[in-house]
């Protein structure tokens, strides 16, 4: 019997469902009702009707990522992780990913796309994908969706970023040893929880180095642009930054730091290459762990939604080879701090802690939760920028 409900129409790529039938012989009125089915997979009949296509194989799993798998920085990180998941289970999966998708109505469908040619699983690595994450989880529920840095969770929809602002705080001491002026530049993309309590933490750890240094913002308003990236950097060192650090995807404000003879903090990625002599260190993500424990969960029916906060102790945070020119105390002061924060003794976000404008926002003796970092929306005393963008 012929199943139109079961067919997807595919947006994007040369995908393609494929019909299997049976090596005995059948009669022409069966022949017929076959070619109407192949008829109606062609023309997408039934499409959007909530069912994953059927497992044939290996088990497939699928990454969405917001730039080039290849960028330098976070979605190379990803792409690691994923590598490193097909390399672990090997022949029992097949893994791909779509790059360079925009944050808009195009994530619905290659999230169509993805589940029409068979994925099981579809991690999602962009903030700005979480809405097409949310609805495409109702409209598969047979489907396991896993969304980075989100704040959604379903029966299928599960959440997963790390305490990246750890190792950013470790890399901020870097930055914060490295300064003579006392100001260092920190290219930021949008003005977003995850975005500002980065921010701080860069802030805080440069303060703990050089005390009374201030930590100026350009906001470029988009998390991977070579262009805007480098031209931030231009302004903030000709504003009097002679550090700079950074929160966006690629190693543009790196190359253009190297260019001039400015230190530079990466993020998301060791970019060392792009920068050899001025290159620090960066706060660092290892996914390739997590994503072969997700996919094999899901292939042998343990998978669970929840939400994951992965850290340095758990080894999904980690910082980069330091460059160069970071001398032997600044890196026994960041070990002595990162060992504190593995074993709990030290927390970048405990009071007291100031806002810009010297009010108190939190009281000596308390510490910053997880839910309220993801909620964060004001910057620590010291930062030079805005909140809003």
């Known amino acids: 019997m012929c199943r139109l409900a079961g067919v997807f129409f595919v947006f994007k790529g040369a995908s393609r469902k494929v ?119 109702k409209k598969y529920p047979d489907v396991k969706f896993e969304m980075a840095t989100g704040t ?68 470029t308003n988009s998390w991977f642009d070579l262009a805007k990236e480098k031209q931030a950097a231009e302004s903030l060192h000709a504003a009097g930054a002679d550090v700079i650090g950074q929160n966006v995807d690629s190693p543009s404000a790196g190359q253009y730091a190297e260019s001039v003879g400015v230190p530079w903090v990466g993020y998301d990625s060791n970019a060392m290459k792009f920068a050899p002599k001025e290159w620090l260190t960066a706060a660092t993500y290892n996914w390739g762990p997590y994503y072969a424990k997700r996919i094999q969960a899901a292939m042998d029916g343990t998978w669970k939604t929840g939400f994951y906060y992965g850290n340095m102790k758990d080894g999904l945070i980690k910082l980069a080879p330091f460059g160069p020119s970071v001398s032997a105390k600044t890196k026994a002061t960041i070990a002595s701090k990162m060992a504190a924060l593995k074993a709990g003794t030290f927390y970048e976000f405990a009071g007291p802690l100031y806002d810009q404008s010297g009010k108190l926002r939190l009281a000596k003796g308390k510490k910053l939760t997880v839910p309220q970092l993801y909620a964060m929306n004001w910057l620590v005393k010291g930062v030079v920028g805005s909140a809003k963008g």
């Open 19 to 137: 019909l299997r039938v049976t090596r005995a012989r059948r009669g022409v009125l069966v022949g017929f009702v076959l070619t109407l089915c192949g008829v109606a997979a062609v023309l997408g009949f039934g499409a959007g009707s909530g069912k994953a296509a059927p497992a044939a194989g290996p088990f497939k799993a699928a990454f969405i990522y917001v730039g080039p798998h290849n960028d330098g920085g976070w979605s190379q990180a990803h792409d690691d992780g994923r590598v490193y998941a097909q390399k672990a289970l090997g022949a029992k999966i097949v893994t791909t990913y779509k790059e360079k998708v925009p944050e808009g109505p195009q994530v619905a469908q290659v999230i169509d796309s993805l589940v029409s040619d068979g994925n099981k699983i579809i991690f999602a690595t962009s903030f700005g994908f979480q809405t097409a994450m949310a609805a495409a989880a």
């Open 152 to 219: 959604a969770q379903s029966s299928n929809m599960a959440e997963y970023f790390g305490a990246g602002e750890d190792a950013i705080y470790l890399s901020g001491i870097a930055a914060g040893a490295a300064t003579k002026s006392g100001t260092v530049g920190y290219v930021v993309p949008f003005p977003i929880p995850e975005v500002i309590r980065h921010a701080n933490a860069f802030a805080l750890g440069v303060q703990t180095a050089h005390p009374g240094a201030k930590v100026k913002l350009v906001w």
